[in-house]
Nanobody, 115 residues
Framework: QVQLVESGGGLVQAGGSLRLSCAAS????????MYWYRQAPGKQRELVAI???????NYVDSVKGRFTISRDNAKNTVYLQMNSLKPEDTAVYYC?????????WGQGTQVTVSS
């Protein structure tokens, strides 16, 4: 079992920055990859970024060059640095941990970008 707690969301003006955190606890040694997803009102949840246990990262095209996923193994925490935010980035952001075939989700954190 893995428990995830997100933090760092809030209200920011367009062009601003936020850093989201996802703190993991439990069977963290077995995590294969960590993900950030987001879900805007009325839309499906979409994958934003991934970081594997080897440090490989990947991003959805709409955030490339603006968002950076990273991790601090000593703190068992994954981050999503979000720069040059746009109103269309407004969503609830969730982190997910993949352990073999199982997925564990956090509770989500709201990000609102005003124009």
């Amino acid at each position: 079992q893995v428990q995830l707690v997100e933090s760092g969301g809030g209200l920011v003006q367009a062009g601003g920055s936020l850093r989201l955190s996802c703190a993991a606890s439990g069977s963290i040694f077995s995590i294969n990859a960590m993900y950030w997803y987001r879900q805007a009102p009325g839309k499906q949840r979409e994958l934003v970024a991934i970081i594997t246990d080897t440090g490989t990262t990947n991003y959805v095209d709409s955030v490339k060059g603006r968002f950076t996923i990273s991790r601090d193994n000593a703190k068992n925490t994954v981050y999503l640095q979000m720069n040059s935010l746009k109103p269309e980035d407004t969503a609830v952001y969730y982190c997910k941990a993949r352990v073999s075939v199982n997925n564990y989700w956090g509770q989500g954190t709201q990000v609102t970008v005003s124009s």
